[in-house]
């Protein structure tokens, strides 16, 4: 039987926690509005990434180390939002189908980077941009952390389900 103990309003903890099999509700809910609000500015982005499991993420640390490629992450197994729900990828997607990761492109020719416009839209959605860290610039990066770091969700702290406010 799985043990709660009340921390707060938004956050429990869980004795012997498996990471979880699925994005949590609030970021399930903000990825559907922010592809759905893109597409409503003419943008139109994709999730690229979503919920990883630590043998993912180990995979994806690997690369550019000891693996082939560049190096795209400085978070093992256990270390990421994304192996805990709290996080997705995005990238924009041209009419021709063509999947693209620039930050400087204006497909709905407003005079405005497409990537500033979908990162403003998540913000406001309650997500981080990894485009905002000090240290490592994680561009396609979003997340809601609640509060929680990294430490305190291997040790078994997790948000609650609860609605996303903004619509």
């Known amino acids: 039987m799985i043990e709660l103990q009340e921390r707060n309003s ?26 759905n609000q893109a597409a409503e ?8 990434d979503a919920l990883r499991t630590k043998q993912e993420q180990e995979a994806l640390y690997a690369q550019g180390r000891s693996t082939e490629g560049r190096i795209v992450t400085y978070a093992s197994g256990g270390e990421s ?28 020719e407003n005079g405005q980077s497409d990537w500033m416009e979908v990162v403003e839209i998540a913000k406001g959605l309650g997500f981080e941009w990894g485009g905002d860290w000090q240290s490592f610039k994680d561009y396609p990066h979003l997340q809601m952390d609640f509060g929680l770091s990294i430490h305190e969700l ?3 702290m997790r948000p609650k389900p609860k609605a996303l406010a903004e619509e």
């Not at 500015?41 to 690229?48: E, H, P, S």
């Not at 990828?89 to 400087?104: K, M, T, Y």
């Open 81 to 108: 939002y994304h192996n805990y729900g709290l996080a997705i990828d995005f990238a924009l997607r041209l009419d021709n189908g063509e999947v693209i990761w620039d930050r400087s492109h204006d497909g709905n």
């Open 154 to 156: 291997q040790r078994g």
């Open 41 to 48: 500015q003419g943008i139109d982005m994709i999730i690229t």
């Open 10 to 35: 938004h956050i429990y903890q869980v004795k012997d926690a498996k990471t979880p099999s699925e994005l949590h509700p609030a970021v399930e809910e903000g990825k559907k509005h922010l592809v």
